[in-house]
């Protein structure tokens, strides 16, 4: 879902290298690590969380977010949020209705 739509729902998949999720399957896990982009935008944060391996049937959630601040000189700043929920499958259609398995809450301050 998108802000610029509304955030109305879309049905379908993604090209992965279009997602700035780095996925590796390896052993019957999969290993999860969600790219940070741009490096300039990050707000302040101690160190990343290691990636997560998933087994079939789990998911995360995984939340980014990053503060922009005015290319034009204007005083102000924009706010950027990435959700990543991503589910080893396979998973059942409502799978991201249900808690996930894991959270990480990744975000950093905004002020």
Not at 22 to 33: D, K, M, N
Not at 41 to 48: D, H, V
Not at 88 to 98: E, K, Q, R, T
């Given at each position: 879902m998108h802000e610029r739509d509304a955030f109305a729902?879309?049905?379908?998949?993604e090209e992965p290298s279009r997602v700035d999720v780095?996925?590796?399957?390896?052993?019957?896990?999969?290993?999860?690590?969600p790219r940070v982009q741009p490096l300039f935008?990050?707000?302040?944060?101690?160190?990343?969380p290691p990636a997560v391996c998933l087994v079939p049937g789990q998911w995360v959630?995984?939340?980014l977010n990053y503060r922009f601040s005015s290319a034009a000189g204007m005083r102000g700043?924009?706010?950027?949020?990435d959700t990543?929920?991503?589910?080893?499958?396979?998973?059942?259609?409502?799978?991201?209705?249900?808690a996930p398995t894991?959270?990480?809450d990744e975000q950093g301050p905004v002020r």
């Open positions: 729902p879309r049905v379908g998949r780095q996925l590796r399957e390896a052993g019957g896990r999969l290993r999860v690590l935008a990050i707000p302040p944060r101690p160190r990343r959630r995984w939340q700043w924009s706010y950027w949020l990543f929920n991503i589910a080893y499958g396979p998973v059942n259609a409502d799978v991201f209705l249900s894991v959270v990480i």
